[in-house]
């Protein structure tokens, strides 16, 4: 028995015509002599109550009184009514299909209820609904403790259900399908020229996706790295021949070397800048984490540390370096881009190229760092365009992102 996952995200199945063409993927599955399972998050459809966040609204969102026991009781409902749904019309499309929640397709979680962690799966049931159905679509983004509690996973969960169960099963694919045609070279709304990566390595997407890049949620990716699962990441809206992006470890179905795979940002972040004359930096970070503010993009030095906050967590940090007497600046609207490339690694002159590219653009670097396979700048965020427009010119402008045959 081949299985292979089939992820639809909240695009995917917002109405009977998303549905409809996310159906044609699960009727091709099927007649290449597969086993499908579905894999569905909430709908995402704008007004709906049955959504994530149309749920928390009915309870007041962040002023809710509930406990986040019962947080997950009724968030877990959205998923549940997308699988229940899903299995309907795939009964009525011809297809023998049941619908399982998180918990009833043996997904076992701690109790950190609201971002919980996969402690097992079991993959008996599923395998027992496959004696009598072709179609097993289950409730993703959630599960149960071994007493039964309903837990969630986290925004973005359901990736990691997927994953999840592709590993328990030893499934042969797992397909995340997005509203976009696979993982692109950057954002296409910031830059006309992004173009769809036909290859790319589990370290390169996972450090896209931890940087900000949405397609899909990092901890799916560290576990199809883990399991070496065959996974790819598609459109819906695509046939069910064209293959999106690939994922996997390097492999000779590379045509080419590059240095630079894609570039990613994140937004609306607060530098702080603060001398260690009053506070040591071990001091600075202990106010931090006692604030439970986690910090980020550090750098230290004799008489300083510098790092970064959301700017919805700025207000605190002042209050709480104020009330300790530190000396600190802040530089507001930031935004932090990552340029990750497999090949950086022991390539002389990247940060030379990064330099002069945002000096073309007269774009200041207020912070940097570097790993193996990333580069990161902090920028304003009013230079974010032009930085990522000049970053992909200079780097990925002549490559030719194309699986050799």
């Not at 909240?10 to 002599?33: F, N, P």
Request: hydrophobic residues 40%; proline residues 2%; neutral net charge.
């Amino acid at each position: 028995m081949e299985i292979v996952i089939q992820k639809f995200g909240g695009t995917s199945v917002k109405d009977s015509t998303a549905r409809k063409q996310a159906l044609v993927h699960v009727k091709y599955a099927i007649e290449q002599g597969k086993k499908v399972v579905v894999v569905v998050s909430a709908f995402r459809e704008p007004g709906a109550s049955y959504t994530t966040d149309g749920l928390l609204n009915l309870v007041h969102n962040d002023q809710s009184k509930l406990s986040t026991r019962e947080l997950d009781m009724l968030v877990s409902v959205g998923e549940i009514v997308s699988a229940t749904v899903f299995t309907e019309e795939t009964r009525e499309a011809g297809l023998n299909a049941i619908a399982l929640t998180g918990r009833e397709a043996g997904i076992v979680t701690d109790d950190e209820f609201q971002n919980t962690k996969i402690l097992n799966v079991d993959p008996t049931p599923i395998k027992k609904a496959f004696k009598t159905v072709d179609v097993v679509v289950v409730a993703g983004f959630q599960g149960a403790t071994k007493d039964g509690e309903i837990t969630t996973i986290g925004r973005g969960g359901s990736d990691v259900s997927a994953a999840i169960l592709g590993m328990a099963l030893k499934a042969k694919q797992v397909d995340i399908f997005t509203d976009v045609a696979g993982i692109m070279t950057a954002d296409p709304q910031l830059v006309k020229k992004a173009r769809c990566i036909k290859t790319i390595s589990y370290d390169e997407l996972a450090n896209l996706a931890h940087n900000g890049a949405r397609v899909i949620h990092p901890r799916a990716v560290e576990i199809a790295k883990q399991a070496n699962l065959s996974m790819r990441i598609r459109a819906t809206y695509q046939q069910p021949e064209d293959l999106g992006t690939l994922v996997g470890e390097e492999t000779p179905t590379i045509s080419h070397y590059r240095t630079v795979t894609g570039l990613t940002s994140q937004t609306d972040l607060t530098q702080f800048s603060v001398t260690t004359t009053v506070l040591t930096s071990g001091q600075i970070f202990q106010l931090m984490a006692t604030q439970k503010l986690s910090i980020d993009f550090i750098n230290i030095t004799p008489n300083s540390v510098v790092f970064n906050l959301p700017q919805s967590c700025t207000e605190l940090a002042e209050k709480i370096l104020t009330n300790a007497g530190a000396k600190y600046q802040t530089v507001s609207n930031c935004a932090k881009v990552a340029i990750v490339g497999a090949g950086i690694t022991g390539t002389p002159g990247i940060t030379a190229r990064i330099v002069n590219a945002l000096a073309k653009r007269h774009i200041d670097i207020l912070q940097s760092a570097d790993s193996y396979t990333t580069i990161w700048i902090l920028i304003k965020k009013t230079d974010l365009t032009a930085a990522l427009n000049g970053l992909h010119d200079e780097f990925l402008r002549n490559h030719q992102f194309t699986v050799a045959q």
